[in-house]
């Protein structure tokens, strides 16, 4: 969606019309508002800035607070912008048994970036995520929507070298 | 020799399982049409009081006993699937979402037909977009063919199941948790009484149940209490989804019969033991929020009631296996590590113990834990047992406690000699 429309507090006509449709599977339309913020986040550059959140809170007619507190509660909401990619390992028991925390130093290193930070170039954000429950083919990680299991270093690479 | 016995897992190989062509194929959707045409909907309770059936979810509570706690009433009721599947080790659901998303639809619509309802919620976690398209699909080829919507089968039966997706947040799998999630806000869990079945979605009486849990009552209603209540043992009929990850040479997720084999026979027989050969030293046998397992202590038979004989517990199906390389100074952090980031931060013994733990633990990870921590880590975990709103603060102590109390030579090994002060 431009720039222009995001600033006049419009989602597109799509999106508008996916959301209206998830509310009415419920007998209160604020049920719909967290798998609406998915979509709505999509649309949004990846999170949420305060004309976004404003854009949420008058769509579902709660407050801005009340989204607000729904961005910082879920992890998979961002209130902070993110890269073109979202790439989670996950730290957890299982995957840190079979070497999770080595393929951390390994991104870290190589990308040159932090958990919770973005590379220089934007290409991706970096987060630590707790189970992702896929223990049984540990370690592993989640980039946008897509799963990789059992992780190695070159695997990791043959992944995020191609992202763009 | 231990082998699978495989029910819910039976067509898992088969890709076009999920599809509904296949699905019906393979006997799918007989059971919905049996109870909707032959039983009255306490017929279907019956049926399952009589399988034996318990939750699948970890705190294995009878199944047909949770139904029939909805009041008689006329406000709508409804059905909450709980597949927010986020303890650490459990990976379980998503293998019947994936592989096989219409025995759970169908045992959705079991299941609201023996309650009342005419609305199923599948609460799906935000981190599984490949469950949630899997269902997505299933519900809409099902629609399609008049098994959900209106008129099911041809029937006067009308029942909606929707996937709702969370979005990252341990906590929303507590049932209650879950509830206020879905109608939209932060999960945070709530004090019971008010009980869910009587109280839950939108202030009417709601059904929570385990994804593998519902998947159980197709079974039960196309076969039979009496078949499921033959298979297991006592206490644990039926079969259940085991997921076995860390140190072994065969993690992966099983389905077997309770009761059949010990934990031993298990690991080292059926997962041929560890990755690197070297000894086990601790097994959490139900998920991480349980108490670990000594290497000495893995010749219970493994179901529910024997394996809480050992102080732990069968929790959600999830073993997760270390071998003798691993320090328990690191377990115990990473465990405090996640349970600390996922307490909601209602109740100051769950959000400040948590923190608290964490912080003792990582001292003593870097050795500098004092004989101090040591006797604040146990008074903070007493103190948090049994004084929070939900069951997320005990999640930790079990496992905390459980570490410093068959490890404790490892902690005083890495303590630091000279007293000082914590935090
Ligand atoms: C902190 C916490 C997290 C939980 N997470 C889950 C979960 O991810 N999935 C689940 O089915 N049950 C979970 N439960 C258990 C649920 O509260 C509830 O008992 C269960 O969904 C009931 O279903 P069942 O009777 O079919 O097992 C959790 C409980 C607690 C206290
Ligand atoms: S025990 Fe912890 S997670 Fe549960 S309600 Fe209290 S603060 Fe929240
Ligand atoms: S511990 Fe990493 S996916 Fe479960």
Known sequence: MSAKAAREGKFSKELHATIEDLMTRYPQKKAALIPAMHLIQKEREGWFSRETIRDTAELFAVSDAHVQGVVGFYDMFHADPVGRHVVRLCKTLSCMLRGADALKDHICEKYDVEPGGTTDDGTFTFKRFECLGHCTTAPMMLVDEEKYEELTPSKIDAVLGGLS | MISETRIMLEFADDPAQKTLETYRKNGGYQALEKALKEMKPGEVTEEVLKSGLRGRGGAGFPCGRKWQFVPKTDKPKYLAINADESEPGTCKDRQIMELDPHQLIEGALLTCYAIGAETAYIYVRGEYPHSIGALENAIEEARAAGIVGKKILGTKFRCDVWVHSGAGAYICGEETALLTSLEGNRGYPRLRPPFPAVEGLWGCPTVINNVETIACVTHIIKRGGDWFAGLGCEGSTGTRLF?????????????????????????????????????????????????????????????????????????????????????????????????????????????????????????????????????????????????????????????????????????????????????
């Open chain 2, 243 to 423: 997921c076995v990850s860390g140190h072994v040479q065969k993690p992966g997720v099983y389905e077997f019969e309770c009761g059949k084999f010990t934990l031993r026979e298990l690991l080292e027989d059926f997962c041929g033991g560890t990755l690197s050969g070297r000894p086990i030293k601790g097994v959490m046998p139900g998920g991480s929020s349980m108490p670990v397992l000594l290497p000495e202590e893995l010749d219970c038979q493994f179901d529910i009631d024997s394996v809480a004989k050992t102080g732990s517990s069968l929790g959600s199906g999830a073993i997760m296996v270390f071998d003798d390389s691993v320090s328990i100074l690191d377990a115990a952090l990473n465990v405090a590590e996640f349970y600390s980031h996922e307490s909601c931060g209602q109740c100051t013994p769950c959000r400040e113990g948590s923190d608290w733990v964490r912080k003792i633990l990582k001292k003593f990870k870097d050795g500098n834990g004092t004989q101090r921590d040591w006797d604040v880590l146990w008074s903070v975990t007493d103190n948090m047992d049994g004084t929070t709103i939900c069951a997320l603060a005990e999640a930790l102590v079990w496992p905390t406690q459980s570490y410093l109390k068959k490890y404790e030579a490892e902690f005083k090994a890495a303590m630091k000699s000279e007293a000082g002060a914590t935090a």
